[in-house]
């Protein structure tokens, strides 16, 4: 079963920005699409950016223009670029397969923006 480890969040001011990190164990990992999700607690986990095997990617409305997804294959690790960074922003952010079950899931990192 394949493992994630999500990285890079923290307290940032709003405006701000963070370049969050997910690995995965294995390197099938590169055939599949990836995603960024994220969830606060007492509401519905969203998803937030996909990048497909083929680097095509794909937004939320409420990130486009803000956020930047993009893998490494070669390390089977994908990334979140988060720029211009708003208070809503804040929640516990995992990476995932798209579409995914949640049988695997890592402990995902938490960003926090706020002054």
């Known amino acids: 079963q394949v493992q994630f480890v999500e990285s890079g969040g923290g307290l940032v001011q709003p405006g701000g920005s963070l370049r969050l990190s997910c690995t995965a164990s294995e390197s099938i990992f590169s055939i599949y699409a990836m995603g960024w999700y994220r969830q606060v607690p007492g509401k519905q986990r969203e998803l937030v950016a996909t990048i497909t095997s083929g680097s095509s990617t794909n937004y939320a409305d409420f990130v486009k223009g803000r956020f930047t997804i993009s893998r490494d294959n070669a390390k089977s690790t994908v990334y979140l670029q988060m720029n211009s960074l708003k208070p809503e922003d804040t929640a516990v952010y995992y990476c995932?397969?798209?579409?995914?079950?949640?049988?695997?899931r890592g402990q995902g990192t938490q960003v926090t923006v706020s002054s």
């Open positions: 995932n397969f798209v579409p995914t079950t949640w049988r695997s």
